[in-house]
């Protein structure tokens, strides 16, 4: 019960608003002493007193009013509660005096507590207000009543008298307490904020002392400059890197102290600044006394500064000794660039020259056809892949009849020669991508053939013979009187019973069956698929 009470009578609170909740709670105070004061007025008429009916119907109306006006300071309208509240108690104070018929009544000391509380809520102002509103009041009540235009008064006392200057001498006493410890409150409030803003100064000269302290040891050169570039400040513990003291540069421009690429450089990095907010990556140069350094520049813009008088504050670090070990690394990288491109040469050409190694491996010198080594490879891979499919392979044995013969007669040279002709033919006829021609050794060739019937592989045979014989080469010791050819065919699906050797036996049993035979002929091994 007594919380509700509490929470009842209690000010409001604006919690981002010290003034507004001052207001309140001295508005709050001066309501209720307002309406406690009148319902001891209208208790002390009830008790038998000779006051009119109108006075007591004039406080029962102040006292719903003041109540209304209470519920909105309760809902935070503090300014329109406080003109309300002083407007209707100098009405009805005035009210009351008119049908009392005299000012020489405790009513009319009301006038003295009402300008207390216009000077509470609104100072000085408030104090002139109220005192001339009240003398004019009094001064009209004075004039009204010499005319003998108010109602006859009544000079009696009775304890209603005694109750209105008791409770006039509580409400006075009650606001000066309120005030007093509104001000008491307010002092310790500022003597709290001095000590707080003392010990924040004595922060703010250690952090600016500490600070100092940095930009001290820092070995970088520090300016603070507007957009236009003129200097305002110039720090830096090396005046080597200045070219002149510090004081120098105070008041002058960048382009009137640079030379015009590096004040073009700083120009560019203010005006990216400007833009950004921050500028970095800037790199200029200068020939001091000491040889030419190099500074990597960074400019921010300093906070806190109104737009139309904004700086900025340039950081130049002296990169001179980093610069020269980038050129090193620059010159070192481009180095091993040239040595990377050198040695990718030499792998490329140790590529085309293995690669020129392995076609020589597998290529017969004297023809430019296939050797031995890569037919046997071929062999094995067209085996494999007849097996899985179960298409037919067919072996092509040749050889140039009576080869010895003609090498004894017309000499290795036209051996030689020879052997191209007939390498040249074979290759001629068999053009399929999967036809696979080579030299078996000494005067014997040798065709693979994929995917094909006998039908076809004979007819193949023919036209390679065909060919040998159009090329017209002369033999004297050839019963025929010039080069050919005898051939052997073998043509079957390698198993795990007839393998690929097998087909290669069956062909070359058949080429010496085709010489047997009379030579420049085909054979077909007796085995063969048809």
Request: charged share 25%.
């Amino acid at each position: 019960m007594r919380n509700i009470i509490y929470r009842w009578l209690a000010p409001p609170i604006f919690d981002d608003d010290g003034e507004a909740t001052r207001r309140a709670a001295l508005l709050n105070t001066i309501l209720l002493g307002g309406i406690l004061f009148l319902l001891l007025l209208i208790s002390g008429m009830l008790l038998g007193s000779t006051i009119k009916r109108s006075v007591m119907l004039i406080d029962l109306i102040l006292v719903v009013v003041f109540a209304f006006i209470r519920r909105w300071l309760m809902a935070g309208r503090v300014a329109r509660v406080a003109i309300s509240m002083l407007l209707i108690g100098w009405i009805g104070i005035t009210l009351v005096n008119i049908q009392l018929g005299t000012i020489r009544t405790p009513t009319s000391a009301l006038y003295l507590f009402w300008i207390l509380v216009a000077g509470a809520v609104y100072r000085l102002k408030g104090l002139v207000a109220a005192v001339l509103t009240a003398s004019l009041s009094i001064g009209g009540l004075i004039m009204a009543e010499n005319a003998g235009r108010l109602p006859m008064p009544e000079y009696s006392v009775s304890v209603t008298q005694w109750l209105t200057y008791t409770t006039l001498f509580a409400l006075s006493a009650a606001l000066t307490y309120h005030i007093n410890e509104l001000t008491r409150r307010a002092l310790a409030q500022a003597e709290l904020e001095v000590a707080r803003r003392e010990h924040t100064e004595v922060d703010l000269v250690a952090t600016k002392n500490r600070l100092q302290g940095m930009l001290d040891a820092l070995p970088d050169l520090l300016f603070e400059v507007d957009a236009e570039g003129t200097i305002y400040d110039c720090r830096s513990p090396r005046a080597d890197l200045l070219g002149s003291a510090p004081e120098a540069f105070l008041g002058k421009k960048f382009s009137d102290m640079l030379p015009k690429q590096a004040a073009g450089v700083i120009a560019a990095a203010l005006q990216q600044a400007a833009s950004s907010g921050n500028s970095t990556g800037s790199r200029y140069s200068l020939a001091l006394p000491m040889g030419v350094r190099w500074f990597d520049l960074s400019v921010a813009l300093k906070p806190g500064i109104e737009e139309g008088s904004r700086r900025f504050i340039c950081l130049a670090r002296d990169v001179t000794e980093r610069k020269a070990d980038e050129d090193e690394l620059i010159q070192i990288r481009e180095a091993l660039k040239r040595q990377n491109d050198k040695l990718q040469g030499y792998a490329a050409e140790l590529e085309a020259t293995n690669q020129k190694l392995n076609e020589l491996a597998i290529t017969d010198g004297l023809t430019g056809l296939a050797n031995r080594r890569r037919f046997d490879e071929v062999l094995v891979a067209e085996s494999s892949r007849s097996r899985r499919s179960g298409n037919p392979l067919a072996i092509l044995m040749i050889d140039i009849d009576d080869f010895k013969k003609y090498n004894d007669h017309y000499g290795h040279q036209a051996g030689d020669e020879c052997l191209a002709k007939v390498a040249n033919a074979l290759q001629f006829n068999a053009r399929r991508h999967s036809d696979f021609v080579s030299r078996y050794g000494g005067e014997e060739f040798t065709v693979i053939v994929a995917d094909s019937d006998l039908e076809e592989v004979r007819k193949l045979a023919e036209a390679i013979q065909n060919s040998v014989a159009a090329l017209a080469i002369p033999h004297v010791e050839s019963p025929f009187g010039r080069v050919t050819i005898s051939l052997g065919i073998a043509v079957g699906v390698p198993d795990q019973q007839r393998d690929a050797d097998a087909l290669l036996r069956s062909a070359d049993a058949a080429l010496y069956q085709a010489k047997d035979a009379g030579r420049n002929r085909i054979h077909v091994a007796p085995e063969t698929l048809e």
